[in-house]
């Protein structure tokens, strides 16, 4: 199992910037690529950067490339995404998830920090 907690999210105006952190606790982390996604109020959840388990590669969502940067300390355990130019459409609930080697799908999710952007 592994333990996923968010934080860092926040009301913020229109331009600013975020810097969320996800804490991972139980088995090691420096296994599992990690991943963090949306959600939108009324809307689905949607990937929004993935980052590998050394953090060599990284990938993004298009409304994210050029304003989001992922990035991990495996000594820390905690991977964190930083945001900038923020915008009204990036609203909602951030959630960060844990890929472990193998698995076609992300098998751990924490419970969401919410960001807010006011225009």
């Known amino acids: 199992q592994v333990q996923l907690v968010e934080s860092g999210g926040g009301l913020v105006q229109a331009g600013h910037s975020l810097r969320l952190s996800c804490a991972a606790s139980?088995?090691?982390?420096?296994?599992?690529?990690m991943g963090w996604f949306r959600q939108a109020p009324g809307q689905e959840r949607e990937f929004v950067a993935r980052i590998s388990t050394s953090g060599g590669r990284t990938y993004y969502a298009d409304s994210a490339k050029g304003r989001f940067t992922i990035s991990r300390d495996n000594a820390k355990s905690t991977v964190y995404l930083q945001m900038n130019a923020l915008n009204s459409e990036d609203t909602g609930v951030y959630y960060c998830?844990?890929?472990?080697?193998?698995?076609?799908?992300?098998?751990?999710w924490g419970q969401g920090t919410q960001v807010t952007v006011s225009s």
């Open positions: 139980g088995r090691t982390f420096s296994s599992y690529a």
């Open positions: 998830a844990a890929q472990g080697g193998g698995s076609a799908t992300y098998d751990f």
